[in-house]
């Protein structure tokens, strides 16, 4: 019976653990200094969104094309799951449309004029100019959905340990020693790294490649009518608006910031400040027209996207005599690539297996 330890329990490791768990003959420890219910700087997935929002470019949207009909029916069909379904509005700035036409920009294929994932959602429509507001140049709109991260992670892990898999604490120095960490006592076969951020730090893969993407957001108990984003903002360079309204009283979650390279754990209260501005000029129904004053603030929060410069790293790599399959760099867009990813780490794991 294959032997196979999965390193880190955030969104990617966990669902890879659960796709390898539906073969039956895998054993499965899941190892991870931080588990779902914790709250750390180091630890991405319960402070994202989570929203399906595509920003890969076409060539690169295999993982979120594979993804989202796996959402969905969990959305419809399984209420448990914390997600449902939301409308999305996308914004284009009349300021941004010089650079998104260039290219290069942060979030690659979502603010596209002619997207991909037109295809993607079948109820797709370009917004006529008497629905989109002041400055905007363009916009989409199409049925998405929400997840709340609170929800969701524990459903994982019940699904996981329903199917048999091990969890246990653990910090690791080196890659290596996860396979010696399976809960059967053996040594593993293949070990899975899905350590986000972390694999920057990991001894045996060191990937300096791997830089924080700092978020800022605040989360409120007002709820908005539909999901929104738009290609940038008047202030700083690294600040982005959003607003998504999370599952099952899940809260509704403004953002944001997208600072590359930053660390800072504490929430900047003039940071915050312009988020919630941006979001009730965004969306004035927010707050029922009454602005910033109008919001009931649940908390602040901040958390550190795992980017890595060349995109995600999905692929088998033998460590001394441990063979490893990677999974991480996800950046902003793990939840929403999660099956796509974990797909491919089971034929990756499998080619190890023979």
């Known amino acids: ?25 895998n054993v499965i420890t899941v190892v991870a200094k931080h588990m779902p219910g914790d709250y750390d700087i180091e630890y991405a997935s319960p402070w994202a969104g989570a929203n399906v929002l595509p920003m890969a470019t076409e060539k690169n949207s295999s993982w979120e094309r594979r993804t989202w009909p796996e959402i969905k029916r969990l ?11 939301q409308k999305s509005r996308v914004y284009r700035r009349e300021k941004d449309l010089e ?23 079948d109820d797709f429509r370009e917004l006529p100019a008497a629905e989109l507001p002041p400055g905007m140049a363009s916009g989409c709109e199409f049925g998405s959905a929400c997840i709340n991260v609170m929800l969701y992670m524990p459903w994982l892990v ?13 910090n690791l120095k080196h890659v290596s020693e996860a396979a010696s960490l399976s809960h059967t006592g053996a040594r593993a076969d293949v070990v899975v790294n899905a350590t986000g951020l ?8 060191m990937d300096s490649s791997v830089v924080p993407v700092r978020g800022q957001v605040v989360v409120v108990r007002n709820e908005s009518p539909y999901m929104v984003t738009k290609s940038g903002t008047d202030d700083d360079d690294g600040d982005v608006c959003y607003v ?16 590359k390279g930053q660390w800072e754990s504490q929430p900047d209260a003039n940071t915050a400040m312009r988020i919630m501005r941006r979001a009730v000029e965004t969306v004035p129904e927010l707050a029922g027209g009454r602005g910033v004053e109008g919001l009931d603030i649940i908390r602040h929060g901040v958390g550190l996207r ?36 974990a797909e491919d780490v089971v034929r990756l794991v499998d080619e190890v297996l023979g």
């Open 1 to 25: 019976m294959p032997n196979i330890v999965v390193i880190g329990a955030g969104v990617s490791g966990l669902t890879s653990a659960y796709l390898l768990s539906k073969q039956k003959d």
């Open 75 to 85: 959305a419809v069909e399984v209420p448990e799951a914390g997600i449902h379904l």
């Open 99 to 121: 650079q998104l036409r260039k290219g290069g920009y942060s979030f690659d294929g979502l603010f596209q004029e002619d997207p991909w994932y037109r295809q993607l959602f």
């Open 158 to 170: 019940g699904r996981c340990r329903a199917n048999g898999v091990a969890f246990c604490r653990g």
């Open 198 to 205: 972390m694999a920057s730090r990991l001894g045996g893969v």
């Open 244 to 259: 998504m309204t999370r599952a099952a009283g899940g809260g509704t979650v403004l953002g944001g910031t997208y600072q």
């Open 306 to 341: 795992p980017y890595r410069e060349g995109g995600v790293r999905i692929e088998k790599e033998k460590v001394g005599e441990t063979w490893v399959v990677h999974n991480y760099g996800h950046a902003g867009w793990g939840y929403q690539g999660s099956y796509g990813c």
